[in-house]
């Protein structure tokens, strides 16, 4: 059987006239199957919501939200201290924003992935991670969520039977634990060593730490984002080497279809 992987990038990361992707959203919703659009509290804003989605659609491209911390000066990457009740209240807030877009354009949610350092807190944070998942079960049992393979996220999803997709980071460092290593700026990347690594990992299940251990790895999307530096060209490249290694791009939903 072929093999299937999703490709998502984060999308709509600006705010009014401000953006911080150097690269045209358009230009990579061409490349990618699926796209998490930001959705007002670490960036975005109605217009950029509504823009994003109609180009989902016009390039057929799975939706998903991407909802943070409200941390509009921080981008999302600074931990809040507050209450896993809060946090899940301020998810649904942005979800539903995302979704009421996807259904004026009629384009159905695919997936939600949270942002940055509410990324990074549900992966370590069970009781966060509980909260999460029994809403999403409320709201729609059939929403993936995007998590890492390692993370408590993941193993609630798994146990209360939730849909879940698992990441593989392509612009970023693992450590020996199988964790991204979260970085508030990235510098600019090879962007032929980053698909190699990529095609590696999906063929070999293996990625090189940032100590130069070998791990083995699971995953079914890889993510690559927007405001790294280089992005577009990082994406065309990472593309053009998943395409030539014999591997095919499609969205998070049919690649978890060819798995069941």
Not at 224 to 243: C, K, N, V, Y
Request: glycine fraction near 8%; proline fraction near 4%; include cysteine.
């Amino acid at each position: 059987m072929q093999k299937l992987i999703d490709l998502n990038c984060d999308m709509g990361e600006g705010f009014g006239h401000w953006t911080l992707s150097e690269a045209p959203d358009e230009d990579l919703m061409a490349l990618i199957s699926s796209a998490n659009i930001a959705a007002g509290f670490h960036a975005g804003d109605p217009n950029s919501i509504d823009r994003v989605v109609r180009l989902a659609k016009t390039y057929g491209v799975g939706l998903g939200a991407h909802p943070a911390y409200n941390d509009l000066q921080g981008f999302g990457r600074r931990f809040i201290d507050t209450s896993p009740e809060e946090l899940v209240n301020d998810i649904l807030y942005q979800v539903g924003a995302v979704r009421e877009f996807g259904r004026r354009h009629g384009v159905p949610l695919q997936h939600i992935k949270p942002h940055g350092a509410l990324y990074m807190e549900a992966a370590r944070n069970e009781t966060l991670s509980w909260k999460i998942v029994e809403t999403l079960r409320d709201m729609n049992a059939d929403t993936i969520l995007f998590c890492m393979d390692i993370s408590k996220t993941y193993e609630v999803a798994r146990k209360l039977g939730q849909p879940v997709v698992r990441e593989f980071y392509a612009d970023r460092d693992y450590g020996d634990d199988g964790s991204i290593v979260f970085k508030r700026k990235v510098q600019r990347l090879d962007p032929q060593a980053v698909a190699d690594k990529c095609v590696r990992a999906c063929l070999d299940g293996k990625v090189e730490t940032e100590t130069g251990k070998t791990i083995e790895i699971e995953f079914e999307s890889i993510c690559f984002h927007s405001d790294t530096p280089g992005a577009l060209e990082l994406g065309r490249t990472l593309r053009d080497g998943l395409t030539a290694a014999g591997i095919t791009i499609a969205p998070a939903a049919t690649v978890l279809q060819q798995a069941a």
